[in-house]
T-cell receptor
Protein backbone atom coordinates (compact mmCIF):
# COMPACT_ATOMS: atom_id res chain seq x y z
CA UNK A 1 0.00 0.00 0.00
CA UNK A 2 0.97 3.63 -0.23
CA UNK A 3 2.70 5.14 2.73
CA UNK A 4 4.58 8.08 4.10
CA UNK A 5 8.15 7.54 5.22
CA UNK A 6 11.09 9.46 6.58
CA UNK A 7 14.63 9.49 5.25
CA UNK A 8 16.40 9.72 8.62
CA UNK A 9 15.24 8.13 11.86
CA UNK A 10 17.49 10.32 14.05
CA UNK A 11 18.96 13.77 13.72
CA UNK A 12 21.40 15.42 16.10
CA UNK A 13 22.11 19.15 15.82
CA UNK A 14 23.89 21.82 17.79
CA UNK A 15 21.83 24.45 19.55
CA UNK A 16 21.48 27.48 17.30
CA UNK A 17 21.93 25.53 14.08
CA UNK A 18 19.16 25.02 11.56
CA UNK A 19 17.51 21.59 11.35
CA UNK A 20 16.03 19.93 8.31
CA UNK A 21 13.78 16.90 8.65
CA UNK A 22 12.79 15.11 5.50
CA UNK A 23 9.79 13.03 4.49
CA UNK A 24 8.95 11.10 1.33
CA UNK A 25 5.41 10.31 0.36
CA UNK A 26 4.34 7.84 -2.26
CA UNK A 27 0.73 8.78 -2.98
CA UNK A 28 0.65 11.42 -5.71
CA UNK A 29 -3.04 12.00 -4.95
CA UNK A 30 -2.29 13.33 -1.47
CA UNK A 31 -3.13 17.00 -1.28
CA UNK A 32 -2.64 17.96 2.34
CA UNK A 33 0.38 17.49 4.57
CA UNK A 34 0.99 18.14 8.25
CA UNK A 35 4.02 18.14 10.51
CA UNK A 36 3.58 17.12 14.13
CA UNK A 37 5.95 17.35 17.08
CA UNK A 38 5.75 14.78 19.84
CA UNK A 39 7.57 15.28 23.10
CA UNK A 40 8.19 12.38 25.43
CA UNK A 41 5.03 11.33 27.24
CA UNK A 42 2.77 13.67 25.30
CA UNK A 43 0.46 13.53 22.32
CA UNK A 44 1.47 14.79 18.87
CA UNK A 45 1.25 18.55 18.60
CA UNK A 46 0.41 20.34 15.34
CA UNK A 47 3.29 22.43 14.00
CA UNK A 48 2.47 23.45 10.46
CA UNK A 49 0.55 22.27 7.43
CA UNK A 50 0.65 22.79 3.68
CA UNK A 51 -1.70 22.09 0.82
CA UNK A 52 -0.61 20.76 -2.54
CA UNK A 53 -1.29 24.07 -4.30
CA UNK A 54 1.63 25.57 -2.37
CA UNK A 55 5.34 24.73 -2.35
CA UNK A 56 6.37 26.65 0.75
CA UNK A 57 4.79 27.81 3.95
CA UNK A 58 6.38 29.59 6.87
CA UNK A 59 5.51 29.70 10.53
CA UNK A 60 7.35 30.89 13.58
CA UNK A 61 10.90 29.52 13.15
CA UNK A 62 9.56 26.70 10.97
CA UNK A 63 9.21 26.35 7.23
CA UNK A 64 7.66 23.48 5.33
CA UNK A 65 8.69 22.83 1.74
CA UNK A 66 6.73 20.65 -0.64
CA UNK A 67 8.19 19.25 -3.84
CA UNK A 68 5.40 17.47 -5.67
CA UNK A 69 7.65 16.48 -8.56
CA UNK A 70 9.68 14.13 -6.37
CA UNK A 71 7.00 13.69 -3.69
CA UNK A 72 9.13 15.11 -0.94
CA UNK A 73 8.30 17.16 2.12
CA UNK A 74 10.70 18.83 4.52
CA UNK A 75 10.50 20.70 7.79
CA UNK A 76 13.10 23.35 8.48
CA UNK A 77 13.58 24.63 12.00
CA UNK A 78 15.61 27.81 12.33
CA UNK A 79 17.94 28.42 15.26
CA UNK A 80 17.15 25.07 16.86
CA UNK A 81 16.66 25.17 20.62
CA UNK A 82 16.82 22.44 23.27
CA UNK A 83 13.03 22.68 23.53
CA UNK A 84 12.81 21.49 19.93
CA UNK A 85 14.09 18.06 20.95
CA UNK A 86 11.27 15.67 20.11
CA UNK A 87 10.06 13.18 17.53
CA UNK A 88 8.70 14.80 14.40
CA UNK A 89 6.08 13.11 12.23
CA UNK A 90 4.86 13.99 8.79
CA UNK A 91 1.35 12.99 7.79
CA UNK A 92 -0.50 13.04 4.51
CA UNK A 93 -4.14 13.18 3.60
CA UNK A 94 -6.33 12.95 0.57
CA UNK A 95 -8.88 15.40 1.80
CA UNK A 96 -11.81 14.48 -0.34
CA UNK A 97 -11.14 10.80 -0.88
CA UNK A 98 -10.05 9.81 2.59
CA UNK A 99 -12.45 11.89 4.61
CA UNK A 100 -9.89 13.37 6.95
CA UNK A 101 -7.86 10.23 7.59
CA UNK A 102 -4.16 10.89 7.98
CA UNK A 103 -1.34 8.51 7.11
CA UNK A 104 1.64 9.01 9.40
CA UNK A 105 5.31 8.43 8.79
CA UNK A 106 7.48 6.58 11.29
CA UNK A 107 8.96 9.73 12.82
CA UNK A 108 12.39 11.36 13.13
CA UNK A 109 13.91 11.95 16.52
CA UNK A 110 15.56 15.36 16.77
CA UNK A 111 18.18 15.77 19.47
CA UNK A 112 19.53 19.25 20.17
CA UNK A 113 22.92 19.47 21.84
CA UNK A 114 23.56 22.52 24.01
CA UNK B 1 -10.31 26.81 26.53
CA UNK B 2 -11.52 24.04 24.27
CA UNK B 3 -9.54 20.86 24.57
CA UNK B 4 -9.37 17.13 24.13
CA UNK B 5 -8.89 14.90 27.16
CA UNK B 6 -8.31 11.20 27.70
CA UNK B 7 -8.85 9.06 30.76
CA UNK B 8 -7.38 7.22 32.42
CA UNK B 9 -3.83 8.34 31.63
CA UNK B 10 -2.43 5.03 32.82
CA UNK B 11 -4.15 1.66 33.08
CA UNK B 12 -3.04 -1.82 34.05
CA UNK B 13 -5.39 -4.69 33.33
CA UNK B 14 -5.37 -8.44 32.96
CA UNK B 15 -5.73 -10.55 29.86
CA UNK B 16 -9.38 -11.21 29.02
CA UNK B 17 -10.85 -8.22 30.82
CA UNK B 18 -12.94 -5.60 29.09
CA UNK B 19 -11.39 -2.14 29.15
CA UNK B 20 -12.83 1.19 28.06
CA UNK B 21 -10.71 4.25 27.35
CA UNK B 22 -12.45 7.60 27.35
CA UNK B 23 -11.95 10.49 24.94
CA UNK B 24 -13.72 13.82 25.33
CA UNK B 25 -13.38 16.95 23.18
CA UNK B 26 -14.96 20.34 23.69
CA UNK B 27 -14.25 21.76 20.23
CA UNK B 28 -17.52 20.47 18.77
CA UNK B 29 -15.50 18.66 16.12
CA UNK B 30 -17.34 16.29 13.82
CA UNK B 31 -14.45 13.85 13.31
CA UNK B 32 -12.83 11.76 16.02
CA UNK B 33 -10.09 9.15 15.74
CA UNK B 34 -8.36 6.52 17.85
CA UNK B 35 -4.73 5.53 17.23
CA UNK B 36 -2.28 3.23 18.91
CA UNK B 37 1.41 3.99 18.99
CA UNK B 38 4.04 1.28 19.25
CA UNK B 39 7.77 1.37 18.71
CA UNK B 40 8.55 0.66 15.10
CA UNK B 41 4.99 1.20 13.91
CA UNK B 42 4.30 4.89 14.39
CA UNK B 43 0.65 5.87 14.73
CA UNK B 44 -1.86 3.34 13.47
CA UNK B 45 -5.54 4.07 13.06
CA UNK B 46 -7.91 1.86 15.05
CA UNK B 47 -11.37 3.38 14.55
CA UNK B 48 -12.80 6.72 13.51
CA UNK B 49 -16.09 8.58 13.42
CA UNK B 50 -17.41 11.35 11.21
CA UNK B 51 -20.32 12.22 13.46
CA UNK B 52 -22.92 10.97 15.91
CA UNK B 53 -23.88 7.35 15.27
CA UNK B 54 -21.14 7.00 12.66
CA UNK B 55 -18.20 4.62 13.24
CA UNK B 56 -15.64 3.12 10.88
CA UNK B 57 -12.82 0.60 11.12
CA UNK B 58 -9.23 1.61 10.69
CA UNK B 59 -6.24 -0.52 9.78
CA UNK B 60 -5.92 -2.25 13.18
CA UNK B 61 -9.51 -2.54 14.41
CA UNK B 62 -9.60 -6.21 15.44
CA UNK B 63 -10.35 -6.55 19.15
CA UNK B 64 -11.55 -2.94 19.49
CA UNK B 65 -14.89 -1.20 19.23
CA UNK B 66 -16.18 2.36 19.47
CA UNK B 67 -19.53 4.08 19.76
CA UNK B 68 -20.48 7.71 19.12
CA UNK B 69 -23.63 8.72 20.99
CA UNK B 70 -22.80 12.43 21.10
CA UNK B 71 -20.42 14.89 19.46
CA UNK B 72 -18.03 15.20 22.39
CA UNK B 73 -17.17 11.57 23.21
CA UNK B 74 -15.71 8.55 21.45
CA UNK B 75 -14.94 5.79 23.96
CA UNK B 76 -12.69 2.94 22.83
CA UNK B 77 -13.47 -0.53 24.18
CA UNK B 78 -11.15 -3.50 24.22
CA UNK B 79 -13.61 -6.40 24.33
CA UNK B 80 -11.17 -8.93 25.78
CA UNK B 81 -7.78 -7.41 26.44
CA UNK B 82 -4.74 -9.21 25.04
CA UNK B 83 -1.06 -8.65 25.77
CA UNK B 84 -0.63 -7.53 22.15
CA UNK B 85 -2.84 -4.55 22.99
CA UNK B 86 -0.29 -3.15 25.40
CA UNK B 87 0.38 0.21 23.84
CA UNK B 88 -0.09 3.95 24.08
CA UNK B 89 -3.47 5.06 22.80
CA UNK B 90 -4.17 8.49 21.37
CA UNK B 91 -7.47 10.09 20.59
CA UNK B 92 -7.69 12.91 18.06
CA UNK B 93 -10.36 15.13 16.58
CA UNK B 94 -10.73 17.36 13.54
CA UNK B 95 -13.42 19.83 12.51
CA UNK B 96 -14.31 17.98 9.32
CA UNK B 97 -15.00 19.40 5.90
CA UNK B 98 -12.00 21.27 4.52
CA UNK B 99 -10.22 21.39 7.87
CA UNK B 100 -8.32 18.12 8.11
CA UNK B 101 -5.84 18.97 10.85
CA UNK B 102 -6.19 16.55 13.72
CA UNK B 103 -5.64 17.61 17.31
CA UNK B 104 -4.45 14.98 19.73
CA UNK B 105 -5.13 14.18 23.34
CA UNK B 106 -2.39 13.43 25.87
CA UNK B 107 -2.62 9.65 25.47
CA UNK B 108 -3.44 6.63 27.63
CA UNK B 109 -0.72 4.16 28.44
CA UNK B 110 -2.23 0.67 28.70
CA UNK B 111 -0.47 -2.39 30.06
CA UNK B 112 -2.15 -5.78 29.66
CA UNK B 113 -0.68 -8.45 31.90
Amino acid sequence: GESVGLHLPTLSVQEGDNSIINCAYSNSASDYFIWYKQESGKGPQFIIDIRSNMDKRQGQRVTVLLNKTVKHLSLQIAATQPGDSAVYFCAENQAFNQGGKLIFGQGTELSVKP
Amino acid sequence: DAEITQSPRHKITETGRQVTLACHQTWNHNNMFWYRQDLGHGLRLIHYSYGVQDTNKGEVSDGYSVSRSNTEDLPLTLESAASSQTSVYFCASSPGGFEETQYFGPGTRLLVL
